[in-house]
């Protein structure tokens, strides 16, 4: 039987707000298992004592902004009025249905005033991987290391040209009394020593927002973005580390260090490396071999001159320390270069009468350079773990991990894009939206 439609409520009502909650939602489950007392201590220090207004109380503040970057809603302002309909956002937050929500502007300025140039969103974002340790969600042991784009706040097509230096990589130096020691072996003079003077190249800078990097990668969009340098623990996917940096940075340049913050912040013994090809370069290789670490890194088919021979023809001899071409001649040792690669070349009386010499090198006094890392042996050691049983059983969980982490992260969490400018505002979103999958992942493992 059709109804009428009943009259707008406008009774009084008592409820409680409690009631109100279903039992099996998620932000039950986050403020039974997630603590968040230790944000008061954490920033007392940047509010005054004993003068000023009464300010909003700081762990209701963060908890507002994990709320966004938990439900993935895009901009603070919205956040409020989400919060003002929601009742399962005031129950979490401690407001009744009839509390003021804070303003919009309150979360800007404190962001912008009071947070902006301190570490409070690492500091957060640490507490709660140690929470997950607590929880044993950690081991410590794999880790899986990727980054992806963030596309900047800017306008492609407003952007200027620029000088960028480029800094000195950490490992550089001991690369250099490893030139210096091989050249010594080899009987040869020391080279100079290298420039102290940074290297200078021209970049396309962003006018919107100086800080980002113009981006060009084969399969990839082109424009300023950033690159989260992200890495998840192997054991339950928890996030132990983020990093920010330019997307015209490579993934290798920050590995290094950011892998040591861990192993010193949350006490991890590392043993496996999941890695990507990108990060499959010489001093990784070698960074990793020394910290007793074994890495699994992705394939990539090396780069090849169609038409000639394949560097892997060619054998080395390491007792001989000498390349043997597939025609037999040897390709001697004859020096090692500041860059760190040994050269190796054939007699090029011998090759003008080779008859594989169209197929080897085009070089017009028909020598064939072969060039080979200081390092290579490293390198090489590292890469053959990629064909063992273990090794593929620990690259294959690369995309279970690291990898499904950010396509969550992208679907659920508004991650696709850089809200602010700046490389530390972006990297203050990047932490909260991990901590916020963190806060997740143990709430619903906890349950």
Known sequence: MLRDRPPVQSALEFVCIDELVPQDHLLRKVDKHIDFSFIHDLVKDLYC????????DPTLLF???LLGYLFGVRSERQLI??????VAYRWFLGLSLTDKVPDASTLSQNRRRRFNESDVHQQIFDE???????RKLVSGHVLYTDSTHLKANANKGKWVKAKAVSERQAYMDELDRAIEEDRFAHGKKPLPSPSREPESREIKQSTTDPQSGYMTRDNKPQGFFYLDHRTVDGKANIITDVHVT?????DAVPYLQRLQRQKDRFGFQVTH?????????????????????????G????????????????????????YICPQGQTLLYRTTSREGYRHYQSDPDLCRSCPLLSRCTSNAKCQKTITRHAWEDCKERQDAHRLTEWGKAVYKRRKETVERSF??????????????RGRDKVQAQCLLTAAAQNIKKIALMAA
């Open 407 to 420: 396509a969550d992260a992208k679907e659920l969490h508004q991650y696709r894009y850089a809200r602010y």
């Open 128 to 134: 709660i991987v140690f929470q997950a340790i607590k």
């Open 63 to 65: 908890k507002l902004l």
């Open 273 to 297: 490396v999941g890695l990507d090809a990108g990060y499959h370069v010489t001093p990784i290789s070698k960074g990793l071999e020394d910290q007793h670490i074994k890495a699994v890194f």
């Open 246 to 250: 330019a997307g015209n940075v490579h």
């Open 49 to 56: 004592a004993d003068n000023g207004r009464p300010a909003l």
């Open 81 to 86: 009025r989400e919060v003002q309909v929601n």
């Open 299 to 322: 394939y990539r088919r090396p780069s090849h001159r169609k038409g000639y021979l394949y560097k892997h023809e060619y054998q080395y001899d390491a007792d001989k320390d000498h």
